[in-house]
């Protein structure tokens, strides 16, 4: 019997690797940019009904935060992050309270310079007291465009408590989509962070390189596989700038395209 049972896990090992096989499915975050004008209270009820795990990238010192994650949390949700620039002045504490324990806070650095250095030191350094994290979010047009630009940066801040947002569209349009995967390995740890969205291959501008995610020819499976080599554990948000059409029904395409790449 002893025989015949190690001969049945041999054939199973053998014969299907998959079985038993747990999936990679990051939470799943839905950009504020991809929701309709909404109160917080539907605004979570919409993202719980359609299977989301959250909102992120809530534009700026928002003042209605608190009450966000307040609403948020009663749903079983989490508002994820924050997205500013970086300025010359640090992010005060009052203004990410709200997200400690968990959250992000997301920069982009339009002009780089000491004093910006500085301010993102002291920001990570407030938000580790809060266990918030801080990314760099390098975007198309600022100083600190592309992955290389960001992770230099990270190293001359020199502080733990910050890292990388990887951004689909914007590494489409700032970089060559050949480069994807050494760009995620070379991240390696410091990668906090990552949006997606269906894109072209061949986009040129944000109309091709920012679609819903059942959209578009970029084969995501390529970019969770590049995650899940680096042994990646942190979110993924869904970019939904100027999605046209309806707002739930692209949100729903998108989620519906999400389950089915990530078997979740």
Not at 108 to 116: A, D, L, M, R, Y
Not at 215 to 238: D, M
Request: proline share 5%; hydrophobic share 40%; net charge negative.
């Amino acid at each position: 019997m002893k025989i015949h049972c190690l001969l049945l896990s041999l054939f199973l090992s053998l014969f299907s690797p998959a079985w038993g096989k747990e999936e990679f499915a990051p939470e799943f975050y839905a950009f504020f940019n991809g929701l309709p004008e909404l109160s917080h209270q539907k605004e979570a009820e919409l993202l719980k009904e359609l299977g989301y795990d959250g909102i992120s990238q809530i534009y700026g010192r928002d003042e209605g935060l608190a009450e966000r994650v307040e609403v948020y949390e009663k749903a079983g949700l989490k508002v994820l992050s924050v997205y500013m620039p970086a300025t010359d002045e640090p992010v005060k504490p009052q203004a990410v309270q709200p997200l400690a324990n968990g959250g992000f806070i997301e920069l982009t650095v339009k002009k780089k310079s000491p004093e910006i250095v500085d301010s993102l030191r002291k920001t990570a350094a407030m938000a580790a007291e809060l266990n918030i994290k801080v990314a760099l979010y390098p975007h198309f047009g600022d100083d600190i465009a592309t992955m290389d630009q960001a992770l230099a940066l990270v190293e001359e801040v020199n502080h733990p408590n910050l890292g990388v947002m990887f951004n689909l569209c914007h590494f489409m349009r700032s970089e060559s989509i050949d480069d994807l995967e050494a760009a995620i390995e070379k991240a390696g740890p410091r990668l906090f962070s990552v949006s997606t969205n269906g894109a072209d291959l061949d986009g040129k501008d944000w109309a091709t390189l920012i679609r819903s995610l059942d959209q578009g020819t970029f084969p995501q499976e390529r970019l969770l596989n590049a995650l899940e080599k680096i042994g990646y554990t942190g979110p993924v948000g869904l970019q939904c700038y100027n999605v046209p059409g309806d707002k739930k029904a692209s949100l729903q395409a998108s989620i519906k395209a999400w389950r089915e790449l990530t078997g979740s």
